[in-house]
């Protein structure tokens, strides 16, 4: 897949930008997915084994979506330098509130799954969880919009300064959040599938699967107002992609109607192949989409630091894969 390869020398950067991407994006997406199931099935009056596994690892969820943010988040600063850092100053303290939103976030979903919080009628665990999936949705929206304005240009970044302006403005951020709320929506349901394990009965396997298949015709119809008339205007490049995308699409919507028919042995797999292609495929069309903006240096071709990123890279995966057992363990003691 010659995105890489065409870009020369930040091409190394690109490939790991996509693929660190790709793995914040699905832990997000599990994140968004399972505060609002969190929050819908308390508002009702019920709960599920999904939901109770959705309260349970959300804390972990989120500080393991959080830590695999970093490596991207510093991947955007060397490709796109300038870019970056003048977007964000111009929204200044804004897109800084992102930090609070987080934090408190964090601390809701623990007490979202608190000893005391099982004892609250559904209403009120309604509103916790409910408060902390409105904290990820601001910071959903933020980070687009701070993506959105740095890719706009000099005239706008002057307009945005000139005029004191707090948002920056643009239709399109809504239809990314869109399409981003629906691969959240692929991303629970296929994570939640496996956490929820055989706990899952026939219903909850049913839901699972409309929402991983609602989930991709949101997708699908937000990738479709993204691209709107610029379909030919796109790279040559972006052709493998948009293929990899489609059979990652296709193969999810097998796995969905697997789950929705209550075969979730095969529905998880095949939903789990399929949304790692689908990911990887939509991380890597944002970067051929904003390719020509990249700003390359000649001093980074021989940076060192690569090396020790990669190694760092690894350690924070072992980390994080070690922490998931523990989380696993406990759950298991506790059901014993």
């Known amino acids: 897949m010659s995105l890489f390869a065409e870009l020369g020398g930040p091409g190394g950067y690109v490939l790991l930008l996509v693929v660190t991407f790709a793995a914040h994006a699905l832990l997000v997406g599990f994140v968004l997915g399972a505060a609002a199931w969190a929050t819908a099935r308390a508002l009702v009056g019920g ?7 959705a309260r349970d ?53 623990y007490l979202g799954k608190s000893v005391r919080a099982r004892a609250w009628s559904g209403a009120r665990r309604g509103l916790v969880s409910g408060a902390a999936l409105l904290a990820f949705l601001f910071v959903a929206w933020s980070w687009i919009e701070e993506h959105t304005l740095a890719a706009a240009g000099a005239e706008t970044w002057v307009a945005h300064y000139r005029d004191g302006r707090v948002f920056h403005r643009d239709p ?34 049913r839901r699972l699967g409309g929402l991983g298949l609602t989930g991709l015709a949101v997708a699908a119809a937000a990738a479709v107002g993204t691209v709107g008339g610029r379909a030919g205007e796109l790279p040559a490049m972006a052709t493998p992609w948009l293929v990899l995308a489609g059979s990652g699409a296709a193969v999810t919507a097998a796995g969905m109607i697997a789950l929705a028919g209550g075969r979730g042995r095969a529905g998880r797999r095949l939903a789990t192949v399929g949304a790692v292609a689908l ?14 903006a990249i700003e390359w240096r000649a001093t980074l071709d021989g940076a060192q630091g690569l090396p020790l990123f990669v190694v760092c890279l690894l ?22």
């Open 47 to 53: 709960d599920d084994p999904v939901a109770a596994a």
């Open 57 to 109: 690892w959300l804390p972990f969820a989120l500080g393991a979506a959080i830590t695999a943010g970093v490596a991207p988040l510093l991947l955007i600063q060397v490709l796109y330098q300038h870019r970056v850092y003048t977007a964000t100053l111009l929204m200044s303290h804004r897109f800084m509130a992102i930090v609070p939103a987080l934090i408190a976030g964090f601390y809701l979903l």
């Open 172 to 205: 399109v951020i809504a239809v990314r959040l869109a399409l981003w709320l629906g691969l959240a929506a692929v991303a629970f349901a296929t994570g939640a599938a496996w956490l929820a394990g055989a706990r899952a009965g026939r219903a909850e396997l």
């Open 279 to 292: 990911f990887l495929a939509v991380a890597a069309l944002r970067e051929v989409d904003r390719a020509h």
């Open 315 to 336: 350690l924070a995966t072992g980390a994080i894969a070690w922490c998931a057992r523990l989380v696993r363990r406990h759950l298991d003691e506790r059901a014993a």
